[in-house]
């Protein structure tokens, strides 16, 4: 039997659930021999740990720290992950090289999509690092009719300026003391670490046309998720975009169909527990 391998890497990475997911579209799939495991890797082991993978290695996801550097060690980049400057995806071609993609953007878009987003609306971003990355991209392909990116320092707005210019979308940067302001947008990205948002729960004034993604999903729902959800808003979660990024990187690795609706189930049994 050939064995295949793929793991999904980060630091810390023992939270991870993208090993539910994965191993169960491979046994949804028939796919014997196949195995995703974690592995803990900060961004700079990760090149000496990819260079040392043996040719049964069929793909990489790549979670926070290492998103860069994945860009970094690969022989070839998609057109998204160029113009996001990360990647979140690692796929082994047959000729031994390294391809990376960012499948966030596309999972963001299907997620958003879902909720009923439509194009040509405003988008407001709550922070400024990688996720937010993905959020402009996404905006993008959405067809934004503006961004706005809310950020507690300004020049983490000005880091992103490239990547709004290289995905095509007019970026303007905001205040964290204006965030409840910004938040009437048709959509909400939240893309901040655990609790630096609860305070905006008790101040935004949410309209029930939005959407909100909130980027996180331990504990959930978030308090600020909860208080969208109490205005009649539209919800979607970490959890969402986990799974939909999931699905882009297991059709790459394995080159079949992703056997969506058997992951799902995987990944809602795990959902009552965070819940």
């Not at 890797?41 to 049964?56: D, I, Q, R, S």
């Not at 994945?70 to 796929?91: F, I, M, Q, R, Y």
Request: charged share 15%.
């Amino acid at each position: 039997m050939t064995v295949h391998r793929a793991a999904v890497l980060g630091k810390p990475i023992a939270h991870s659930l993208s090993p539910v997911i994965h191993n169960a579209g491979y046994a949804a799939a028939g796919l014997t021999g196949w195995s995703y495991t974690r592995v803990e890797c900060a961004a700079a082991e990760l090149p000496a740990l990819v260079a040392g993978l043996g040719p049964e290695w069929a793909g990489l996801s790549v979670t926070m720290p290492g998103k860069e550097a994945a860009l970094a060690v690969a022989d070839a980049v998609s057109p998204v992950a160029a113009a996001v400057g990360a990647a979140n995806t690692l796929v082994r071609r047959p000729d031994g090289s390294w391809y990376a993609d960012n499948t966030d953007v596309s999972g963001m878009v299907e997620v958003l999509t879902s909720a009923g987003v439509a194009p040509g609306g405003t988008v407001t971003v709550l922070g400024a690092g990688g996720t937010a990355r993905a959020a402009l991209a996404a905006a993008a392909r959405l067809g934004a009719a503006s961004v706005t990116v809310v950020a507690r320092r300004p020049a983490a707005v000005d880091e992103l300026r490239p990547v709004a210019g290289a995905v095509g979308v007019a970026l303007t940067g905001a205040g964290w003391a204006d965030a409840a302001a910004h938040a009437g947008a048709d959509v909400v990205v939240s893309t901040v670490p655990k609790g630096v948002a609860d305070p905006l729960a008790g101040e935004i004034r949410w309209r029930p046309s939005t959407v909100l993604f909130d980027a996180l999903y331990d504990p959930w729902p978030t308090p600020l998720a909860a208080s969208a959800l109490a205005a009649g808003a539209r919800v979607v979660s970490g959890l969402d975009l986990l799974l939909a990024q999931a699905v882009g990187q297991f059709e790459q690795f394995t080159g079949v169909p992703a056997p969506r609706a058997a992951m799902a189930r995987a990944l809602a049994a795990h959902r009552t527990g965070l819940s």
